[in-house]
Structure formats: structure tokens, C-alpha cells
């Protein structure tokens, strides 16, 4: 992540696009790393992509990393999605589309994603439909060398059908759950930029 990202052209607009994407997923995935934090710390409260509709989401997700220390955010992260058990949210796709985990959305997930030729890590604990996987794959797919898969049409298929569907009930539940600071601001982030995303790809049709 860059503290801030110029849009000055459309390349210029892709790369940010995907910088966004590897910053959702880095936050989302585990308890942000002490050089993270200070990075998002000293980014300037402007949109990090064109369009001012995310810079009040954006000021308020650096404003709350400036508020709360690394242990604090740490912490949270724990609280809602830690734990033995069920956690305090889910972060999974299939769980807000169809209720359970490894249920048919996952196996529709993993079935577009050997199309891709993408295929999961063994090393990693979670599920292809966490939303941190989920946005590697939009971030390949915007930042990826093979133009006969890193294109427009790949992303909206992908968008459309894997993050689109669910996505804001997770930002939902990050926003109404009372011990969310930090999460429930990027919440409020991840569904803005998400509806930019959706917009943009409504465009192609």
C-alpha cells in the first residue's frame, strides 16, 4: 500500500484499483502488521482512487488507525473473527450466500478458479470464499501479466458472481457489531469502494 495513490490515468486508475484490492486483503486476513498500520497511518484523506464518493470512507478508516494503537486493532480482529468455534463474523462467501460453510457457492468458487488456473495455497487455513482470497483474485485479475485472463471481462464475471451477491451483508455485520471500531471503518470503506467497483463494471454493459 502506498500512503497515496495519483490517478492520472487510466493505467494509473488500474493500478490503484488493484493496490486497493491487496489492501483489503492484507486487512482482512490477519491482524494488520505494525508497517501497515503506519503506512495507513500517514496516507493523506484523500480518495485513494478517482471519484471523490471515497474520500469521507477512506478519511474515516486513516482517522481511526490514527486513534487506535496496533494492540487495540490486533485485539478486535480477534474478537470478531478469532476464536474457537463460530466467530463474532463471518468473513466467508458461502456463509452469507447460502447459510453454511463449504457449501455449493464454494464449490462454484473453486471451479471458476481452476478456470483461471488459480489454485489454493495448502499452507493456508482458510477457505477459497474468504473475502481476503476473494480480493487476490480481483487484484490478480486487474494487476495479472496473461491479458487472456487479467481482463475487464474476467473481473466483472468474478465480481459479479463471487463478491457482488454478499459482500455488503459482511459489511453489515462489521458496522453493527459493538466491539467494531477499525473494522467497522473499513466496513465502511470495503462497501464504497465495492459499489464504485459495481458501478464501473455496469458501465460495460
Sequence with gaps: MTPHIPVTSALDE???????????????????????????????????????????????????????????????FDTLFGGVGKPEIYLFGSHYLSGFLNEK??????????????????????????????????????AGEDVAVSNLTRQQAFFAKHLQPWVNDMCDALAAHPRSRFYAALAGFTRAFMSVEAQGFDMLD
Design 14 to 76: 488500474e493500478t490503484a484499483r488493484a493496490e486497493i484490492y491487496g489492501l483489503l486483503a492484507a486487512l482482512y486476513y490477519a491482524p494488520p502488521a505494525p508497517e501497515l498500520l503506519a503506512q495507513l497511518r500517514v496516507s493523506v484523506t484523500e480518495a485513494p482512487a478517482a471519484g471523490a464518493f471515497l474520500e469521507e470512507p477512506w478519511r474515516g478508516l486513516v482517522a481511526t488507525a490514527r486513534e487506535l494503537d496496533d494492540a487495540i486493532i490486533a485485539d478486535e
Design 105 to 142: 457457492p464454494l464449490v462454484a468458487l473453486r471451479s471458476d478458479l481452476a478456470d483461471l488456473g488459480l489454485t489454493r495455497n495448502e499452507q493456508m487455513p482458510e477457505t477459497e470464499d474468504h473475502i481476503a482470497y476473494l480480493c487476490e483474485v480481483m487484484r490478480f485479475l486487474i
